[in-house]
């Protein structure tokens, strides 16, 4: 697609959403505009898949990706690029390179963080362990206690960025292993409650680390129809605060833009999350004036 469309389409489509409490405003003066692109269970789809796919056919690939991000980063340098986890297992790449290749790709399209789902460990904690090294960006993980395993000190409970001069801090909150994951590929790993921790690091990046904008990378699932007791992205946008965005994975949830839900203290938060097998890339513009009030819209594109 020619740059000039892509523009016009991706702003046609953002447009369509207005965010009551940190919804679209009248600007006096122009805003500083932080843009987030994300992905999740891309699960080692390399490729596009071809014309004779039934369901997706044309669709997704790396390379197509890079095109899409390298446009958007064009438009607006002051973005950032985060995936909320299970990068691996789905195609032979990861059975034959073992996550090597996911994480050099990833690197060259130089995502800035990503969290852990459950199926990076599908070779156990020593070989998502055995190629951290190929992976330039950080992982972001605050519910998953590390402290007795081989990735104690591999991953951080978050990480801040500073664009245009507005202070984003991004954190991590994976699902449960237990019933999902062998016990022997995560061993000693500890599963922390994740609106306890969520409320910690919200807390902490809104008070101590003075963040504008906060974003939760979860690998939660969007919602549990069928258990309302499970943690998902829906209930725990609902129970927290200070959060202005949740990033999701794990439930395959295709939404077109993001939800808008209440959180505890009644103010909107963002919930998105874009399917899986790299198919759609998510795109949210955040907007601040002067006094660092927020608005925002957002949408899913196709690649």
């Not at 953002?14 to 805003?31: C, D, M």
């Not at 409970?157 to 019933?179: D, H, M, Q, R, S």
């Not at 809104?206 to 829906?234: A, F, M, V, W």
């Amino acid at each position: 697609m020619k740059r000039r469309e892509f523009i016009q389409q991706t702003t046609a489509a953002s447009a369509l959403i207005g965010l009551g409490g940190i919804g679209l405003q009248s600007f006096t003066s122009p805003p500083k505009k932080i843009t987030i692109l994300h992905t999740n269970d891309v699960h080692s789809h390399i490729d596009a898949f071809g014309p004779e796919n039934g369901r997706n056919p044309n669709q997704g690939g790396v390379a197509r990706r890079a095109t899409l991000i390298e446009s958007i980063r064009s438009e607006n340098p002051h973005t950032l690029l985060l995936d909320a986890g299970d990068i691996f297992q789905g195609t032979p790449y990861f059975n034959y390179y073992g996550g090597e290749l996911e994480f050099k790709l990833m690197s060259m399209l130089k995502y800035d963080a990503a969290t852990i789902g459950n199926h990076d460990f599908d070779n156990g904690l020593d070989g998502l362990y055995a190629q951290l090294p190929h992976a330039k960006f950080d992982f972001v993980s605050a519910n998953y206690d590390f402290s007795n395993t081989i990735m104690d000190s591999h991953s951080k409970p978050y990480k801040t960025f500073v664009k245009n001069g507005i202070k984003i801090g991004v954190f991590g909150l994976g699902i449960e292993l237990a019933g999902l994951v062998d016990k022997q590929m995560y061993k000693e790993t500890v599963y922390l409650d994740p609106l306890e921790i969520a409320q910690d690091m919200s807390r902490l990046l809104k008070e101590n680390e003075k963040c504008d904008l906060i974003i939760c990378l979860s690998h939660l699932g969007y919602n549990y129809r069928n258990n309302d007791q499970k943690p998902s992205d829906l209930s725990l946008a609902k129970q927290s605060k200070d959060i202005d965005l949740f990033i999701g994975g794990h439930t395959h949830t295709f939404l077109p833009k993001p939800t808008i839900v209440k959180n505890s203290i009644g103010k909107n938060v963002l919930v998105n999350q874009v399917g899986c097998f790299g198919i759609n890339l998510g795109k949210i513009d955040f907007y601040f004036d002067r006094a660092k009030n927020k608005s925002a819209e957002g949408t899913s594109i196709l690649i």
